[in-house]
C-alpha cells in the first residue's frame, strides 16, 4: 500500500477530503492537479467526481463501516444483565460462589444459544459495564433486619444522647497477627518466584483500638487472649485520656459482654456506656479498616525475625495510623458507614478527646 494511499486515512477525514475535491473542481480546477494537491491518486479524485454526479454530496458523505452483527442483541443483554449482576451463581446450579468468565460462558449458552469463548465473554462483561472485583464475604447469619434498625434508629439515638451528654463515640474492635502473616506482590523476573526471608517460628500478638469518626485513634498491644481483664484494662486507659463519657460501640466478642465487663462498666457511673453491633455485621465497624490498614498494608508486607520484631511492628504501624488522622477519618467514608457521618452537626457529639 503506498504512503499516499486514501485508505490509510480515517472515515471522517476521507468525507473531508472529498467533499473539498469536488468543491475544488466545481470551481474550475483540474481533477489531477487536486489530486496532486491532496496527495491522492488521480483516479480516486475521478472516482469522487462519479460519485457526485450519480448521488449528489450525500454520496460523499462517510458511511457506517459493515461488521459482523452482534451476536446477542439489546433484550439479551439486558436480561443477561440481570442474570449476572448481584446474583449468586450457586442459585443457577454453579458450585461456586464467584462469577468467572466460563461460567458467564456457559449461561450464554444456556440461556440463548449462543457459542462463545472466553475472551469474548470477558469482553461482553466489560462491554455491560463489570468488571472483576474481590467480593465482601457476609455471614448468612447476618439479621438485614438488625442491621436496618441500627442504622436508622439505634445508632441515631445513640448519637443524640451522646451530642446531649457530651460523650465522645468510639468504635472498637480486636484483632491478633501471626509472623506467618504475608501480603502484597513483588516485581521479580518472568519465571522467577521471589523469595522474602522470615521466621519459621510462628507466634501471634494481639491488638485491640478504637477510632472516632473525628479521626483519633487509641491502641495496646498485647500477647495473650483478649478477654474482661484485657479489654477493662485498655477501657481504663481510654477513660483516663477521655474529657467526658465514653460511648464504646462494640461487637459481639466474649469479652465484651462478661460478667467482669458489665460490672466495671456499671462502676464507672455513665463514664463509660457500651453499646453493642448487630451480630455477624463487621461492615458497620470503622475499625475494621485500621486493622486492614496495619496487617494488610503494613506488617503482611514486612519480614518478622522474633517475637519482639512482630510485636514492635504491629505497635509502630498503630503509632503511624495514630499520627494522620486524615486517614481513620477516610474510613469512615466506606458506602456501609455512611450510616455514621451522613448527620449533622456531627462534632457536637463526636469530639476528639
Known amino acids: ?111 440463548f444459544g449462543v457459542a462463545l469463548s472466553v475472551v469474548s465473554a470477558g469482553r461482553l462483561l466489560r462491554k455491560l459495564g463489570m468488571s472483576p472485583q474481590r467480593p465482601l464475604h457476609r455471614a448468612y447469619q447476618q439479621n438485614s433486619g438488625a442491621v436496618e434498625r441500627w442504622k436508622n434508629e439505634e445508632y441515631p439515638a445513640i448519637r443524640a444522647q451522646a451530642e446531649a451528654e457530651g460523650a465522645t463515640i468510639w468504635f472498637a474492635d480486636e484483632a491478633g497477627i501471626r509472623s506467618d502473616y504475608h501480603a502484597g506482590t513483588t516485581w521479580p523476573p518472568v519465571g522467577q518466584a521471589p523469595e522474602v526471608k522470615n521466621t519459621g517460628a510462628r507466634y501471634p500478638v494481639n491488638m485491640i483500638s478504637v477510632v472516632s469518626a473525628k479521626g483519633a485513634l487509641r491502641f495496646a498491644v498485647y500477647q495473650g487472649n483478649t478477654n474482661a481483664a484485657t479489654f477493662t484494662d485498655f477501657c481504663k486507659r481510654l477513660l483516663h485520656d477521655a474529657r467526658g463519657p465514653v460511648y464504646l460501640i462494640v461487637d459481639g466478642h466474649p469479652a465484651h459482654g462478661a460478667t467482669a465487663t458489665k460490672e466495671f462498666a456499671a462502676s464507672t457511673e455513665g463514664q463509660l456506656r457500651l453499646f453493642f453491633l448487630p451480630g455477624y455485621s463487621p461492615e458497620l465497624n470503622p475499625d475494621e479498616w485500621a486493622w486492614k490498614n496495619v496487617r494488610h498494608d503494613r506488617i503482611g508486607k514486612t519480614g518478622v525475625t522474633s517475637k519482639q520484631d512482630l510485636k514492635a511492628k504491629a505497635a509502630g504501624a498503630l503509632r503511624r495510623l495514630q499520627k494522620r488522622p486524615g486517614l481513620v477519618r477516610a474510613f469512615f467514608a466506606d458506602p456501609h458507614l455512611r450510616y455514621i457521618t451522613a448527620y449533622r452537626n456531627r462534632s457536637a457529639y463526636l469530639r476528639t478527646p
Do not use: C
Open 1 to 111: 500500500m503506498r504512503e499516499n494511499d486514501g485508505r490509510k486515512l480515517d472515515h471522517k477525514t476521507l468525507e473531508v477530503l472529498r467533499i473539498r475535491a469536488v468543491e475544488q473542481v466545481g470551481e474550475g480546477a483540474h481533477p489531477e492537479d487536486v489530486a496532486a494537491a491532496l496527495g491522492l491518486h488521480r483516479k480516486t479524485v475521478y472516482g469522487w467526481l462519479a460519485k457526485y454526479r450519480e448521488g449528489g454530496k450525500d454520496a460523499l458523505r462517510a458511511q457506517p463501516v459493515p461488521g459482523r452483527p452482534p451476536k446477542l442483541g439489546g433484550p439479551q443483554l439486558s436480561r443477561l444483565y440481570a442474570l449476572i449482576a448481584g446474583q449468586d451463581p450457586r442459585q443457577m446450579q454453579f458450585e461456586f460462589a464467584l462469577w468467572t468468565r466460563e461460567m458467564v460462558r456457559e449461561v450464554i449458552r444456556r440461556e
